[in-house]
């Protein structure tokens, strides 16, 4: 299982989710308030991921802990 902490805090929210894998990436789509979001992995040996959480009308690449990044762009709606 991929994404574990995103998974763990929509789940906190009670904010339903669709998660995926392939190839060792975690991918999660989820709806808030009408509007769809997209949280996808990269290879591990490409570490980092892409989301339109900051900007949903773009997606956006996330490095380093970007799990956690994720998160603090959520808390922030």
């Given amino acids: 299982m991929r994404l574990q902490r995103i998974q763990d805090y929509l789940k906190r929210k ?6 995926s894998e392939n190839d060792d990436c975690g991918g999660i789509e989820f709806i808030v308030r009408g509007l769809a979001y997209h949280i996808w992995e990269y290879p591990p040996e490409e570490p980092g991921c892409a989301s339109n959480v900051r900007n949903w009308g773009r997606m956006e690449d996330f490095e380093g802990d970007y799990e956690e990044e994720i998160i603090a ?4 709606w």
Wanted: aromatic share 20%; no cysteine.
């Fill in 73 to 76: 762009v959520m808390e922030s």
């Fill in 14 to 19: 009670e904010i339903d989710y669709r998660y």
